[in-house]
């Protein structure tokens, strides 16, 4: 557990990427195995461990600590887990190798679980409850995608990384048979995965003077949809649905997954329906993060898959084809699947970058983030090449307002004031406010606000300040955003959909700020 | 009396009308006690200040002589403004740091400014006084900061110096007080190398070792006639704003470390892009600030700049009449 924990505080300290491998290939060649194997696990988040719910630590914590204490600390500090290993004080004085933690977190009843956990926290350090409690509560991050442990398994073994990418999700925790090829005691583990995941191609944001150097009759368009990528693969009678980074989301989605009567491989973008339109994205996220879902959820808001491409038919492997080959085996593909789980995305005709950016400009659906842009002759490749595809966002919206409010920001920055509400004109001529973001500004912007702030101060509420806004005397912010609902909790009438701080106008008085009229044109009918 | 017509926080810091003179003011007035020489509690322009005798120097060095219309050191015995008697106590946060006991009638007010409980060999330690209010700061006031032994700290930079000796490591320290720690808990662990420092903690060095306190040997840390190389394994002192400038480009592949009581919480190690943190304070953590008060016993706790409300809350639990004094103007940063 000592050596898990100190990679744990290394990695998250260790900036580069380079560093960051070394520390890895160091850990897989210093620890033996199994704890390895469930060190990489932990990291990857491929570690099945029956999971142990904040509400159960915080069940701990109260038990031992004032409620209000702990809720200031938790406010400081920004994360739970560390919060607990920092606050906890117990006798210390015993560390056990990482496996058993695993072993008897996997063996432990749900009651038997809070004497377990509150039994070892007291005999560890801070890092090791640091490290004990990210693990128990699966909320490891640091800073080290599951990609780039494949890289450092990759070098520690002196092996291909695409190797390792198509092995990985027939591969168990402890990877045991993994670990011993790569030491090179032993052969190469079998593909024992059915339906394995494939390495997404992602697009390169679109700079609007490329379009310039490109000819429009090497490209197809199509919508960006709003929902998350997805990639469905089927084969041999194993279906899994993956997210477009690997993970497997299949049990959130038994709705998918039941009518993925196919054998093949679709990229994809998932989406919900509401009635026959569209579900914005607040509605997708009904459904994300979960490792069941209710029937209710699956009647309200049911999922389905609107088709990109086609990477694998049987047992062809299509990524070699250009896009506009696999484009027809996929009209013809998706044909035969049922149409209220799967429809094909429909392209976009242009002639002209003119005539689609006018489509762009007004796109059919408001679920649509803007345009695709695909090289017909584009081979399908992992990760982001720059060249064959491009991603067109729609403008943001744009309005000046004025700061109302800031309160202390979490974590990393709880010593300034980060989180801005902003406000509007009335037709009464008072401030109304409108939103609230708190990122968009460079560290720089962020400490002259956190000045501005101090300077202005006009009432503190805890971690809230008011600031001045008069129409003479105030900051102006120019605040993005992608879109505008209705809203019944907001004295406004209206929210922000991704509001975020685009510019600060030090230079323009607050009279000269927006009014509420200007949102309420924006609203949907 | 109320303890607050003895002394009351204003926008200027706090006031004793009776004494007519503000404790730490943030802004010019006639009259100014200080506690210690950080820029958030010692500002220039005030009509009178009187602090220890080191303070008004430190003073003097940061601002040049000027700095007040006119200063007075304090000693060890009372000193009498108006009707009030008002005496400096060593608070054990930087050299020169006191805490200001002022009296009037029977009551006495502790003002502790910043101070820690830790043995420090750079400055006097800290003295319990007993008083009616003790005044305690609240930087580190949340459980969760609980500082470690400051030579287990130096520990880690000793063992990454032997790790890494093909780097340089710099350490992030303030000029005032943390500076001079380090160096002096380097020396304490057998440390006896040339430690090199940043040109802006030369002049404050220099004066510790008039007063007496031993560095050992240091050298600029910018010199042209020494190669990129030379800083390889080589301990470097600085600022921490320096290390994002062009400065810090002159040594090889530096270990970026910073000694503060704040490199407990990883969010505020990550902010600072540190690889080594050292949680090195010049602030009392929480369990000292409780030995604090508990050991003093006032019949009144206030409370200032900081954590407040985890301080207040305790005092509550544990039965104890305490306020916050919302004072403006303190920097939580600036240790
Ligand atoms: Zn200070």
Redesign the interface.
Known sequence: MKAFSELLDRLVLTPSRNGKLRLLEDYFASVPDPDRGYGLAAITRDLDLRSVKPAMLRGLVAERFDEELFRLSYDYVGDLAETISLIWEGPGGGTRPLSQVVEQLNAASRSDAPALISGMLDRFGPAERYALLKLATGGMRVGVSSRLAKQALARFGDVDVTEIEELWHGLDPPYVSLFAWLDGQGPKPAQAAASPFRPVMLASPLAEAELETLRPQDFMAEWKWDGIRVQAASQDGVRRLYSRTGDDISAAFPDVIGDMDFDGAIDGELLVRKGDAIAPFSDLQQRLNRKTVSKAKLQAFPAFIRAYDLLHEGAENLRPLPFAKRRERLEDFAGHLPSGRFDLSPTIPFKDWAELAEARAAPPDPVIEGVMLKRLDSIYVPGRPKGPWFKWKRDPFIIDAVLMYAQRGHGKRSSFYSDYTFGVWTRDGELVPVGKAYFGFTDEELRQIDKFVRDNTRERFGPVRSVRAEPDFGLVLEVAFEGLNRSKRHKSGVAMRFPRISRLRWDKPPHEADRIETLEALLPD | MRPDDLLHPTPQGLFCPAGNFHIDPVRPVETALITHGHADHARAGHGRVLATAQTLDIMAIRYGDGFAGATQATGDGPIRINDVEVRFHPAGHVLGSAQIAVEHDGMRIVAAGDYKRGSDPTCADFEPVPCDVFITEATFA?????HPGPQDEIAKLLTSLKDFPERAHLVGVYALGKAQRVIRLLRDAGYDEEIYIHGALQTLCDYYRSQGIELGALAPATRDDLSKEHFAGRVILGPPSAFAAKWAQRFPDPVIAFASGWM????????R?????LVISDHCDWSELIQTIEEIDPSEVWVTHG?E??LV??CE?NQRRARSL?L?GYE??VE
Do not use: K
């Open positions: 949340l459980p969760v900061f609980r407990q919480v990883r969010a505020r190690i990550r902010q892009g540190v690889e080594l943190p954590r409300e985890a809350r305790w639990l919302h403006v939580d940063e």
